[in-house]
């Protein structure tokens, strides 16, 4: 039961903090989880998965009830189309790897330092991004491998990937901020859910309650429904600043997990 609660909260807070910040919560979610060491890194990254396919979901439905979804078809499309193929992928690293350790935590270790550095480059290239030339590509193929590469990260990693996401969008396509935060939705919905369609078809799915499962759905939307307002309230330096502190405590979260799981 207290599990069940702190799961539910952690599953808040970060959608709130993730919401705010304009990243999602899933980068948060996973690797607090992990640290918590309150259940397997395998159902941790189901869990984690089924969260932020849930929340991209609700956030793509909203959009488009509220006609507020506009995006570039020429690029969205073959990038959501890389991102399925990129979910599928990443799940089939993850089941490799996973085989491969002699121990279930080593997996766990591998993602930490795989979170560490991709958050270490999303905070340089944040410092850095007004001496940073960014690019427009169009070209249908390299739509496809960059919601291809984003997909595989999503997956694999289990976090949605929002940050990541938005920086890719924003170097090569040069996206706003605010379509490239429509087309990170659409790279974690059809990242995530051909992942775990690929783990529900293996018969691989770990062993989880389903009311924990509910409770960190529900938990992260109306995170997300919160953070949304709070955005709103605040001045955009301080969401900065926030961003920049919470890409900080993520790569000390990382630190600390691949120390637990050595």
Same mark, same amino acid.
């Given at each position: ?82 991102? @399925? #193929?990129?979910?599928? !992928?990443?799940?089939? /690293? =993850?089941?490799?790897? *996973? $085989? ?79 379509? @490239? #935060?429509?087309?990170? !939705?659409?790279?974690? /919905? =059809?990242?995530?859910? *051909? $992942? ?65 799981y050595l």
């Amino acid at each position: 039961m207290i599990n069940s609660f702190i799961i539910m909260m952690v599953s808040l807070l970060a959608s709130v903090a993730g919401a705010i910040c304009g990243i999602g919560g899933g980068i948060i979610i996973k690797p607090v989880l992990d640290s918590l060491g309150i259940m397997s890194v395998d159902t941790a990254s189901f869990l984690s998965g089924c969260t932020v396919m849930s929340m991209s979901g609700y956030s793509v439905l909203r959009a488009v009830c509220n006609k507020e979804f506009n995006t570039r078809l020429k690029t969205g499309i073959p990038i959501s189309a890389g991102a @399925a #193929a990129g979910g599928i !992928l990443g799940r089939y /690293f =993850f089941g490799l790897l *996973s $085989s491969s350790f002699p121990s279930p935590d080593d997996i766990g270790a591998v993602q930490s330092v795989c979170l560490f550095w991709l958050t270490f480059a999303v905070l340089l290239y944040t410092i850095s991004r007004q001496k940073i030339k960014t690019n427009n590509i169009s070209r249908p193929l390299l739509c496809i491998l960059a919601g291809l590469m984003l997909g595989v990260v999503s997956s694999f990693l289990g976090i949605g990937g929002g940050p990541f996401n938005l920086v890719l969008l924003s170097f090569l396509f040069s996206m706003e901020p605010k379509e @490239a #935060a429509r087309n990170s !939705l659409l790279i974690i /919905f =059809f990242a995530q859910i *051909s $992942s775990l369609t690929l783990i529900i078809a293996g018969g691989k799915v770990p062993d989880f309650s389903f009311k924990v499962l509910a409770g960190m759905i529900l938990a992260g939307i109306a995170g997300a429904v919160i953070g949304r307002r709070v955005n709103k309230l605040i001045k955009e330096e301080t969401v900065d600043i926030l961003f920049r502190g919470l890409n900080f405590i993520i790569m000390i979260i990382c630190i600390y997990n691949f120390i637990k799981y050595l």
